[in-house]
Structures are given as structure tokens and as C-alpha cells.
């Protein structure tokens, strides 16, 4: 097994983050578990608390405001950079990601992937949810547009359910980069990209949150087409849309 750190960034998902944890536990016994709250009022830190001492390898981690997915990746990504793991997988808490799916997740990194997405666009995925017709629409042409303005072959650059590799993270200066929610998903594989990482996808079954309310706002989806529009104009020109490691940086 891999050395890796499954980071579930949590805010207001008490009624999900037992189950969540346990599924998590079921599909792979020897991972280790980060879960980031955002000192969530409903006492969701507590109750992972209180499920870690009986699964074991969990450890909660608090901030102290709620400031956007974006800032709750990077503090779990930084904290797994900093005890030493070699995988570091994203995932929701409200079970839309089937931790399930993990062990195909790690199973692509061990094969020499650097980054895998859990890819709800490729052949053998399925989305088994209630959206509504704009929902999925709105998604899949999200996703292409990503694809045209950044020159994207991943199909879901939106995917919040991936294994990257630390050595990636360092390589794409993780902490140096600014976006939030869907945006700091595709800024990541951008990254990955501009670097020539080795870029995996593995279908996924993706359903409906098991319960609470979805957090997406019209401000998440408007900040990733800004910031896409932007990375792509700024590409085009010759110029560097992200500050990457230049060790890594092709050419």
C-alpha cells in the first residue's frame, strides 16, 4: 500500500462525515484520513474526532474561519507534504465520491501516474444524480470550454475526486497558487499540465450528495471562467499563466 493521505475538507457535514469516514476506512484500511473543517457549527470536527478514535490513523484538523475549498486543499495538502506522505488523494464528505473508488485512485498513481482524476466524462463513468438539465449542462460545457481556452486533454478538469503524487505538488507549487472551488481544480491540472505530468483518468460513478445542501454558488462558477479566460489569454500571448517550478517547467 501506498503511503497515502485521503483530505476531506468538511463544513457543515455532521449529518455525512461518520458514514464518509467509515466507507473511507472500508476501501482502504491503511490509508491515513485528514479531515479539514472549517469550525463547522453543527460539530461535524467532533464527531470525526469522536469516529477516528475507534477507526484509527485519523487526525481533524481545525481552522479557525471558513475561507473557500480552495485554502481548506492547500492547508490538507500542506499538512500531508509535512508528515511525509506519498499520495495525497481529494475528496467531498457528503458521498457524491464513492470511496469506492479509491483503490483504482492509488492503484493508477502506483502505476506511474502523477496526478489521477476521478472522471465523470469518459467512458465506463456514470453521474447517477437528481441535477437538474442546466445543472448537467452547465457542467459538461464548464468542461469544454476549459478544455478549448487551456488546451486541455484531461475530460473533467472540474473533478474534485484525485490522487496526486507530493512529489507533484511540490513540483507545481501547490501553496503559490490562489483559485477557489471548481477554479482550484482546474488551476491544478493547468499546473500539472504545464509541466508535462503524467495525467491519468479512471471512471467514476458520481450521485447525489447523501445529505445537507450543496455549496456551489454563482460566484465559484463565475470566478473559474474569469480566472480560465484569463490563464488562457495569457497563454496565448507567450507568457506564463502560473508560477511553476522551473526545474520542471518544459523547454
Known amino acids: 500500500m501506498t503511503n497515502a493521505l485521503v483530505v476531506i475538507p468538511t463544513y457543515l457535514e455532521a449529518a455525512n462525515i461518520e458514514t464518509v469516514l467509515e466507507r473511507v476506512r472500508a476501501a482502504v484500511p491503511d490509508a491515513h484520513i485528514l479531515v479539514v473543517d472549517d469550525s463547522s457549527p453543527d460539530g461535524t470536527a467532533g464527531i470525526a474526532e469522536s469516529v477516528g478514535e475507534r477507526i484509527g490513523l485519523v487526525d481533524v484538523l481545525v481552522r479557525p474561519t471558513k475561507t473557500g475549498l480552495g485554502d481548506a486543499y492547500r492547508a490538507g495538502m500542506a499538512w500531508g507534504l509535512a508528515h511525509g506522505f506519498d499520495v495525497l488523494v481529494s475528496m467531498d464528505a457528503d458521498l457524491s465520491h464513492d470511496p469506492a473508488a479509491l ?80 477554479a482550484f481544480q482546474i488551476e491544478t491540472v493547468y499546473r500539472a499540465l504545464s509541466i508535462d505530468a503524467a495525467i491519468r483518468e479512471v471512471p467514476i460513478v458520481f450521485t447525489d450528495r447523501a445529505a445537507g445542501h450543496s455549496k456551489l454558488s454563482g460566484r465559484t462558477i463565475v470566478e473559474a471562467l474569469v480566472l480560465v479566460t484569463w490563464w488562457g489569454v495569457r497563454a496565448r500571448l507567450g507568457r506564463a499563466a502560473v508560477e511553476l517550478d522551473p526545474a520542471r517547467t518544459p523547454g
Do not use: K, M
Not at 502506483?110 to 437528481?130: M, N, Q
Not at 478549448?148 to 497558487?177: E, K, P
Open 103 to 182: 483503490p483504482d485512485l492509488l492503484g493508477a498513481c502506483a502505476a506511474g501516474a502523477d496526478l489521477v482524476v476521478g472522471s465523470r466524462y469518459i467512458p465506463g463513468a456514470r453521474i447517477e444524480t437528481s441535477w437538474p438539465r442546466r445543472r448537467r449542462a452547465l457542467s459538461r460545457w464548464a468542461n469544454r470550454y476549459v478544455r478549448v481556452a487551456l488546451r486541455s486533454h484531461v475530460a473533467d478538469n472540474t473533478a474534485g475526486f484525485r490522487a496526486y503524487r507530493a512529489t507533484l505538488l511540490n513540483d507545481i507549487r501547490l501553496a503559490n497558487s490562489r483559485a477557489d472551488g471548481y
